[in-house]
Structures are given as C-alpha cells and as structure tokens.
C-alpha cells in the first residue's frame, strides 16, 4: 500500500521565489524608510532598529509559513546576542586594522565629525546588515547550499552578492569583485561554519558601522557620510579604494582574508561536515 505523502501548500512549492520575494521586499523597505528620515538622526535610529527587528519577526514567520518549519534555527534565540557580539568583534577589528595599513600606508586627512550622524548611521546600517543577511545568507547561500554543497554556495551567493552593490553610485568592477571576495565571502564562511545568521549579521553591522559611522567613509561605492570622523584617503586606489572606499583596496582583503581562514581551521572539521550534511539532507 502507497505511504499518502504530505500535500505541499501553493507557498511551499514555490518556496525559493516566495522567500527571495518576501526577503527582498523588507530590503527594500528599510532603506525606503531611511530615505525619508535620513536628516533626523534620532529618528533615524530609531526607525533603523525597528526595521531591523520587524525584518527578523518577517523572515521568522515567513520561513515557517512557507517551509513548513518549526524552528528557524539559523536565527536561534540562544545564540543570539553571543553570535551579534562575536560578529561586531571580526567585524569591527577586521575594519580597524583595514584603516591602521591604510594610514600607514597612504596620506590619510582626519577632520571631526558628529556623533549625532553617527547615531543616525547605526540605524541605517542595523538594518543593512538584517536585510541583507536575511536575502543573501538566509535565502540565497541557505537554499543553494541544499541543492549544490557548501562550496559552490558560498561561491555563487558571494559573487551575487558583489554584484548587486554595482547600483551604487561610485561603483566600480574592481569593487564589487572585492566585495563579492572579502564581504561575501567572509559572511558566507561565518554562516556555513555556524549555521547561525547572528554572527554574519553582527560582523556585517560592525563593519559598516565602523567604516561609516565612527571613520566616514565611502562605503561598497555608496557616497560617504560624516560619522565621528570624516576620513579622505588619498594615494594609489589599490590601497585606498579609490572613490568605492577602503572595501576595494589590498588593506581590505588581507584584513578579511584573516579571519576567514580562522574561522575555517578553528572550527571542528567533522561537527562542521555533520552540520552540513544534516543540512543538504533536510
């Protein structure tokens, strides 16, 4: 006698295009709603964490609506505020050393900044690193890694997610390489040794934040904000990224390359293959 398999909904059999829609609409709203606030920093932050709040509650309950799935353990809440603090750690020193070659190495012109502009930049960049680890990481890496492995995945959703900062308005070809090399990669690498969201949402946050919002620079080819500090590198674009930002420079891949590999060879090799495996088989 036929076991009677278990009748999909019309969202789960189109689960892949109803997520990327779903992941990409909230994307897209946060930074709608930074336009609209982005000469208010108060409100700003505000709005900014709200959204990125409100983008988790979404993909929580989107993901079990459509998947089927009890538990959205890629967004555990026990892991939560040690991976955000781990993350911000890799991140925000990644960065910082990133800055220390460039200043040693090329001519680095420093004036004051604001630190209300850098409460602003918090917010928006809180919801950057939700939304965007949400789409590229929760969806785009998550489902390619079921169907074609660890490896491929986090070559194709590192290179997808280069590619999509060539909108910006300074961006160049050499940047969004760099970025699909050092960012997508590096954040691909922390979710799949993981299998949580919250480290690559913490290092992808702190990053931007420190670039931004504490040194006020260009960011992924973005045009510079004042943070606490306005910083105009000036010298070979290899080394300072020229008008895409310190992401594009040499600094900038050393600096990601590092902990990539450390947190490769740090991991358990056969917990990480068991993860993996319990993964692709889901």
Excluded at 11 to 37: C, S
Excluded at 96 to 103: D, S
Excluded at 138 to 147: D, F, K, M, N
Excluded at 166 to 186: K, R
Aim: glycine share 10%; with cysteine.
């Amino acid at each position: 006698m036929a076991i009677p398999t278990e009748r999909r909904t019309p969202m789960q059999r189109f689960r892949v295009p109803v997520l990327l829609a779903g992941t990409a609409v909230l994307l897209i709203a946060a930074r709608g709603v930074d336009a609209l606030v982005s000469d208010v920093p108060v409100l700003r932050f505000s709005l900014g964490i709200g959204a990125a709040a409100g983008a988790i509650c979404a993909y929580t309950w989107l993901s079990r609506r459509v998947e089927n799935r009890a538990e959205v353990t890629e967004l555990a809440a026990a892991e939560r505020w040690s991976g955000l603090r781990h993350g911000a750690l890799i991140g925000a020193g990644a960065f910082l050393a990133t800055m220390l070659l460039a200043v040693l190495f090329t001519d680095a012109d420093v004036t004051s900044g604001s630190f209300m502009a850098c409460l602003g930049v918090a917010g928006l960049m809180a919801s950057v690193a939700v939304t965007e680890e949400l789409l590229f990481r929760g969806v785009v890496h998550r489902i390619l890694e079921e169907r074609t492995g660890s490896i491929v995945a986090i070559a194709v959703s590192s290179l997808i997610f280069g590619l999509t900062h060539l909108v910006n308005s300074n961006a160049t070809l050499w940047g969004t390489l760099a970025i699909a090399v050092e960012g997508g990669a590096l954040l691909a690498i922390a979710y799949t040794v993981t299998r949580s969201l919250w480290i690559p949402i913490g290092l992808h946050f702190a990053w931007n934040f420190t670039e931004s919002g504490v040194f006020g620079t260009a960011v992924s080819g973005a045009d510079g904000e004042p943070g606490l500090l306005r910083t105009v590198l000036s010298g070979p674009d290899v080394l300072t990224g020229g008008t895409f930002g310190p992401e594009a420079s040499l600094f900038a891949l050393l600096c990601c390359l590092v902990p990539a590999v450390w947190m490769l060879r740090s991991r358990n090799p056969a917990a990480v293959a068991d993860r993996v495996s319990r993964v692709e088989q889901a």
